[in-house]
């Protein structure tokens, strides 16, 4: 029996013009940046794009799906993974419902479980042989393709961890919990593959590091110290509000976006430090706001946001 992963979205995009989309409703695809096509009619729960030609999904019930000429698609099993990453053409780390860390050599047919050092949580690959895992608040990594692991220095903490990377830079998010309507979290980063660690970000209520907003939202490391990340705050302003901060230093500083009210973001991509796109559900004021979501564009680092399509097939 495969259970289906819960409801979610996600987005990639590769360049100005060609990405895709998806949510519960299925997978869209675009070649121009502006107009875009049903590719598949089932739950995504997961891109992980190449180029404008080679990409591989997640469905709903953990299947993989490639596409080697960016439109169509082919389903190649490999049951119960809740996240993909294809470092090249024929290489690609994944992790399991249940904490395994598997890789393809095969672009995506054939699976095998690599050696980590228990159940993990998240995991980000940045080439064959560099890569990081967190688990049972511990950070790891590895240098020789996951064959040995070292526990990398890191405040140890009970939270749940979410991680990206980006050659040498690793940024680790952990979700501590909510109360009085704010979610506690850290965010950490390293720009040396996790010698050394600086907090950069924490939960309004913490006063000490800037905030995202009172819940983090999806987030992308773009490599040389820059990352751009989301989150939204349900009670605020009637129908609450979104927002996005970028760094291009490594954290050292932080420019926000204007809060733009009543959504909140669900998946996140962006191609380079300006340019970039945010799925979000309908206003929170419409009729349905689960039944609709919107895939937004912004040029200038997430400081201002255009709807380019809304569709029931994005809803998370």
């Not at 490599?223 to 609450?240: E, I, K, Q």
């Amino acid at each position: 029996m495969i259970v289906q992963l819960p409801p979610t979205t996600a987005v990639a995009f590769v360049d100005a013009r060609h990405g895709w989309a998806g949510g519960q409703g299925g997978l869209l695809g675009t070649s121009d940046g502006q107009t875009f096509r049903v590719e598949l009619r089932a739950p995504i729960a997961g891109i992980s794009a190449l180029d404008r030609r080679r990409a591989w999904a997640i469905t709903g019930d953990g299947f993989v799906l490639r596409t080697t000429d960016g439109q169509h698609w082919s389903r190649l099993g490999a049951p119960h993974l809740f996240h993909v990453q294809f470092v090249n053409a024929q290489t690609g780390f994944g992790l399991t419902r249940d904490g395994v860390v598997v890789r393809s050599t095969d672009a995506g047919r054939i699976w095998s479980q690599l050696q980590a050092p228990g159940l993990v949580q998240s995991e980000c690959f940045s080439s064959l042989r560099d890569g990081w895992l967190a688990r049972a608040g511990s950070v790891w990594t590895t240098h020789d393709g996951a064959r040995t692991w070292v526990r990398l220095r890191l405040r140890p903490s009970s939270a749940l961890p979410e991680l990206g990377c980006r050659g040498h830079d690793v940024w680790v998010l952990w979700r501590e919990g909510a109360a009085a309507g704010t979610e506690g979290y850290h965010v950490y980063r390293s720009l040396d593959g996790g010698s050394s660690w600086r907090a950069v970000l924490a939960s309004p209520f913490q006063r000490r590091l800037p905030a995202i907003s009172n819940d983090a939202g999806p987030f992308n490391v773009l490599g040389r110290g820059a990352a751009v990340f989301s989150g939204s705050c349900s009670p605020c302003d009637g129908f609450g509000t979104a927002t996005i901060v970028r760094t291009l230093d490594g954290g050292a500083s932080f420019r926000r976006s204007t809060p733009f009210r009543g959504y909140v973001p669900s998946a996140l991509s962006f191609v380079d430090a300006a340019r970039g796109w945010l799925v979000t559900g309908a206003h929170a004021a419409s009729a349905a706001p689960a039944r609709l979501g919107i895939l937004w564009r912004s040029v200038d680092g997430g400081h201002s946001l255009r709807s380019v399509l809304r569709s029931p097939l994005l809803a998370p």
